[in-house]
């Protein structure tokens, strides 16, 4: 796949500094960096822009990812390994994520039950991630970005990479 254009945050002058800075707002508020990872994938996977995740522990370690559940997001509702609080913003950036065709989308009942483990400032900044999340999926896919090989640099194709030490950062 070869990208139709470089992509637009970087031909639009100006665009990427304030997307940074949203980026950066959102990640001050203390919700766990993992959490958001852990959206970011569910999001990106249900609009196509997966990234290909090692199957192996040890793979895990070579690239110093702490997270073995990264594998087993997909099936997150199968799984006993995420807690409720997790459970919670995964079904709020599912629902968020597939709103087309659909009265309400994001029901009441999935919205009380992330409510129940987040506090509303928490609860916000989980809603602009997923917002920054499909944004970012949606001009890639247009414009047929390449998606980051996550075994490149494992932090790299995630937004949050702000909270990182500037040492990680620049890898």
Request: aromatic content about 4%; proline content about 8%; overall charge negative.
């Amino acid at each position: 796949m070869s990208p139709r254009m470089p992509n637009p945050s970087l031909v639009v002058p100006d665009v990427l500094p304030p997307m940074r800075a949203l980026v950066k707002a959102v990640n001050s508020v203390d919700v766990p960096l993992q959490t958001l990872v852990l959206v970011h994938l569910r999001v990106s996977q249900i609009n196509g822009r997966t990234v290909e995740l090692p199957k192996k522990q040890r793979e895990f370690e070579e690239a110093g990812e702490e997270d073995h559940r990264l594998p087993l997001v997909e099936r997150w509702r199968e799984q006993t390994c995420f807690t409720d609080a997790e459970r919670s913003v995964l079904a709020l950036a599912e629902a968020a994520t597939r709103i087309d065709g659909r009265e309400d989308p994001v029901s009441d009942e999935v919205w009380e039950e992330a409510a129940k483990h987040w506090t509303e400032v928490q609860l916000a900044a989980v809603v602009l991630h997923i917002g920054l999340v499909n944004l970012w999926n949606r001009v890639n896919v247009v414009t047929k970005q390449e998606p980051v090989d996550w075994r490149i640099n494992p932090k790299k194709w995630t937004p949050m990479t702000s909270r990182l030490p500037a040492a990680q950062q620049a890898q």
